[in-house]
T-cell receptor, first 114, second 113 residues
């Protein structure tokens, strides 16, 4: 059974810092991995999706990498801003789920202070 | 091009009442997923539906919960005889096809008193 873990659970940094969020998954047979952002009381916004054949994806100040064999992904945020404060969720779409449902981590709660 | 719509956004029910949550997928999407986020927990898959068919309901509680996605109209997640433990945020996602990217709605926050 696929399990997804995110470390750290919470992170507080001053504005301008570069930071890394970590995601690990137990079953490397995945179709893709997705990073989401969730603001308090809101829905999920998809940030980056990495197919299993890819090593990384970039969007603006965000870069996500995938090492499928070791079951790890990282989300790198450059030059963090207070507007980046949110919970970041990692989710995998894996073979054990028949590629039909996402398995989520519990998230990293990020606070960027001005 | 409206995104995934969910209503109501907030729902308050007393124990024993019924809760009906609605999800309108993005235009052109015929695949709908429901997820539940309990307080301080991650999102957990509940059910996957296509038009008029339940494809995978392995995440649904065995009793009181049901889901449908009729030929016309939104997908409905129905919770009968709600209990306090049902209080959670319920998210719907839609996709254009099998294994396609899922787009999430804003969620319905259910509070059971």
């Amino acid at each position: 059974k696929q399990e997804v873990t995110q470390i750290p659970a919470a992170l507080s940094v001053p504005e301008g810092e570069n930071l890394v969020l970590n995601c690990s998954f137990t079953d490397s047979a995945i179709y893709n991995l997705q990073w989401f952002r969730q603001d308090p009381g809101k829905g999920l916004t998809s940030l980056l999706l990495i197919q299993s054949s890819q090593r990384e994806q970039t969007s603006g100040r965000l870069n996500a990498s995938l090492d499928k064999s070791s079951g790890r992904s990282t989300l790198y945020i450059a030059a963090s801003q207070p507007g980046d404060s949110a919970t970041y969720l990692c989710a995998v779409n894996g073979l054990d789920t028949g590629f039909q449902k996402l398995v989520f981590g519990t998230g990293t709660r990020l606070l960027v202070s001005p | 091009n409206a995104g995934v719509m969910q209503n109501p956004r907030h729902l308050v029910r007393r124990r024993g009442q019924e809760a009906r949550l609605r999800c309108s997928p993005m235009k052109g999407h015929s695949h709908v997923y429901w997820y539940r986020q309990l307080p301080e927990e991650g999102l957990k898959f509940m059910v996957y539906l296509q038009k008029e068919n339940i494809i995978d309901e392995s995440g649904m509680p065995k009793e009181r919960f049901s889901a449908e996605f009729p030929k016309e109209g939104p997908s409905i997640l129905r919770i009968q005889q709600v209990v306090r433990g049902d209080s959670a945020a319920y998210f719907c996602a839609s996709a254009a096809g099998y294994q396609e990217t899922q787009y999430f709605g804003p969620g319905t926050r259910l509070l059971v008193l």
